[in-house]
């Protein structure tokens, strides 16, 4: 076994692009519309949440009075949690109330102008208070909180986890007390007391699978996602066999150096001997790389730049192998 040290070609991208991707699943502003959720969904009176949930910054109001149409109103909170109307000649102070608090607060107010008003609080967008999912998800968003919800149920909002999800979900904490809590996903569907509850400015991570690269002289050569323990042969079978003219004596691993991807080792693997005696299959580790040589050094050489061209390298954080 050798090893062999190679420059990254730009460290830690992943993982940048991925922090990137997240923070702006969850951000209110200059975010994609695909994105983006849509707050404007009716409150199912079965949760009864328009009475749990408390009036706060961002959200949008609409205001009515019976009898009264001039009155009617659409209305963004501000930050210090206020409004304005029209006919009060001060800023009314809604943050932290109910929709039902609010209407009697309101009912107060135009006293001075109505005998009787009968006032409607709606809020028609929930701004206030969101969690972000991002990740292995099959519809990334910001959601609002507008009633309680906790991790398996924003699992499901986002569409449900993708076949790249892996066995992790990362929930990350940013407000009040701060943490992150790593959950196993098989233990989650098992385990009520891991199902959290989600808090305002939770970030929810699922990050993909590791996957192996098996490349060369195969007939489905590619990425796969590794999500149990797989070996050696059951990768090459996965993707498809390999071919006649394959090396059998002389397949490649190559294999990241620990948490250092500067380096790599390079392990020639014989099937032939694997098949003789099956405890000489390797396990392997995500981002494992298997070349299945060809016959001809030419083509093997080629198999090696189609890796390289496949975007194996730059996933792996490795430069040019030489």
Not at 3 to 24: D, I, K, M, Q, S
Not at 96 to 101: K, M, N, P
Not at 140 to 150: D, F, G, N, Y
Not at 186 to 202: H, Q, Y
Request: glycine letters at 8%; one cysteine or more; charged letters at 25%.
């Amino acid at each position: 076994m050798s090893t062999e040290r190679h420059p990254f070609l730009v460290p830690g991208l992943l993982a940048c692009a991925a922090l990137w991707f997240f923070h702006a699943a969850v951000s209110a502003q200059d975010t994609p519309a695909r994105l983006r959720t849509v707050n404007t969904a009716p409150i199912d009176p079965a949760t009864n949440s328009s009475t749990n949930y408390h009036i706060g910054p961002g959200d949008v109001l609409l205001i009515e009075v019976a009898g009264e149409p001039d009155l009617k109103r659409k209305v963004k909170v501000t930050e210090l949690g206020t409004i304005q109307l029209p006919y009060i000649n001060h800023e009314l102070k809604l943050g932290g109330l109910s929709e039902h608090q609010a209407a009697a607060l309101l009912k107060k107010e135009f006293l001075t102008i109505l005998k009787e008003p009968q006032v409607t609080v709606f809020i028609e967008e929930y701004n206030a208070l969101a969690a972000g999912i991002a990740g292995a998800v099959k519809e990334p968003k910001r959601i609002a909180l507008t009633r309680e919800l906790r991790l398996y149920d924003l699992i499901g909002l986002a569409g449900g986890l993708t076949d790249k999800a892996g066995e992790l979900v990362e929930l990350v904490h940013t407000k009040g007390e701060e943490g992150i809590e790593t959950i196993d996903l098989k233990e989650l569907f098992r385990k009520p007391e891991l199902n959290r509850v989600i808090r305002d400015g939770d970030l929810v991570n699922v990050p993909e699978a590791g996957v192996i690269y098996v490349t060369g002289n195969v007939k489905n050569a590619g990425p796969y996602p590794v999500k149990e323990n797989v070996t050696l042969t059951e990768a090459l079978a996965m993707a498809g066999g390999v071919q006649q003219d394959t090396k059998r004596k002389e397949i490649r691993l190559w294999r990241a150096n620990g948490s250092n991807k500067n380096q790599r080792t390079e392990q020639v693997v014989s099937l032939d001997e694997i098949e003789k005696d099956p405890k000489k299959d390797i396990l392997l580790r995500p981002y494992d790389v298997v070349l299945v040589p060809e016959s001809s050094n030419r083509k093997q050489a080629r198999s090696i730049v189609q890796a390289l061209a496949s975007g194996v390298a730059s996933s792996l954080g490795w430069g040019i192998l030489r």
